[in-house]
């Protein structure tokens, strides 16, 4: 059978993030909304006729 490489990848991330919060559901989704929170992304908002 054929494996998706970047499947693959996706894949091998979330085991290293869920290895991280000691496969804790509740602190993996903190950590991922830490990180989050440390990026500042621009926020685009709509344009008022």
């Not at 929170?37 to 908002?45: A, L, T």
């Amino acid at each position: 059978m054929w494996k998706d490489p970047i499947v693959q990848d996706v894949r091998k991330a979330g085991e290293m993030l869920a290895k991280k919060a000691n496969y804790n559901l509740h602190t993996f989704f903190n950590n991922l909304r830490k990180k989050e929170n440390k990026k500042n992304p621009k926020i685009v908002s709509k344009i008022k006729k």
